[in-house]
């Protein structure tokens, strides 16, 4: 029986050799996965990824093993901090590991004696290699004060919307900015595709996004360049009470059609 169970793990380990690696081991990977990943919980690790000065100090690495499981809204119970080499490590992998969002799962198997484990490495070495690529050892916020606590804040209840901040060129609008940089798919154009792709993602407090989760795609490279046009923008987070916070949005990219930075018209989702 033993032996039968343990077939149903899959195990996703990311590391390009530059970022902090990660391992995630699921119980099954049908029912239990990030929304837009393991290669998007890289992306977001690079960004937002930061070494705890003081393990900094005492030259302290290690692996923090974290065991959990996934309710069918993809919310993590029963989380459990199984090994760790020091308190620093584990807060950063806990801060890191509850930006994570999960799919959600009408039905999701649980065995009671089995979690899913998620493990993250605390490298030196690969450390300095990220904060030289990235060009930032810690992150700089836009606005502070920043909320802390890790929730995220539905697009429609922040009372300061995020606001777009494009790397090249100057903008009038989100919609001028997709006008102006999208690389109309050249399948699409021969098949006259029209429409809209919806990308859901969460603007961090440092204005980075994370957990990209396409919501409605489109064929002929569509969605492949909703997603390239997505995150070459970073942005002024939302704000709650004078406070920055996680702000969880849809954005629609229009081929054909107009875009919708700020797409609201979606059934509540997320954490």
């Given at each position: 029986m033993t032996k039968l169970l343990i077939a149903f793990f899959f195990v996703f380990t990311v590391s390009n050799g530059i970022a902090q690696s990660v391992s995630y081991k699921a119980y099954s990977k049908e029912y239990s996965e990030p929304v837009g990943g393991m290669k998007d919980v890289e992306l977001m690790i690079s960004k937002e990824f930061q070494y705890p000065l003081e393990a900094i100090k005492k030259e302290i690495e290690g692996d923090v093993r974290l065991y959990f499981q996934l309710n069918t809204n993809g919310i993590p119970v029963d989380l459990k901090v199984i090994s760790s080499p020091a308190d620093e490590l584990?807060?950063?992998?806990?801060?890191?590991f509850k930006k994570i969002q999960w799919t959600k799962q009408e039905y999701?198997?649980?065995?009671?004696?089995?979690?899913?484990?998620?493990?993250?490495?605390?490298?030196?070495?690969?450390?300095?290699?990220?904060?030289?690529?990235?060009?930032?050892?810690?992150?700089?916020?836009?606005?502070?004060?920043?909320?802390?606590?890790?929730?995220?804040?539905f697009i429609k209840a922040v009372k300061t919307k995020p606001i777009p901040v494009f790397k090249d060129g100057e903008y009038n609008n989100f919609n001028h900015y997709i006008a102006r940089k999208m690389r109309y798919p050249e399948t699409a154009v021969k098949l006259n595709l029209k429409g809209t792709v919806l990308v859901a993602f969460v603007i961090?407090?440092?204005?980075?996004?994370?957990?990209?989760?396409?919501?409605k795609s489109m064929n002929g490279g569509c969605t492949q360049e909703a997603l390239r046009l997505i995150k070459e923008v970073t942005w002024i987070p939302g704000q709650q009470d004078s406070v920055a916070v996680r702000t969880q949005m849809i954005t629609s990219i229009g081929f054909g059609m107009s875009s919708n930075a700020f797409y609201e018209n979606y059934g509540s989702t997320g954490n």
């Open positions: 584990t807060e950063e992998a806990l801060r890191i999701r198997p649980i065995h009671m004696s089995l979690r899913d484990e998620f493990v993250m490495q605390f490298s030196l070495k690969k450390w300095v290699k990220l904060y030289k690529k990235r060009d930032y050892q810690y992150i700089t916020y836009p606005v502070t004060p920043i909320d802390s606590s890790g929730k995220v804040y961090e407090p440092s204005g980075q996004i994370s957990n990209l989760e396409v919501r």
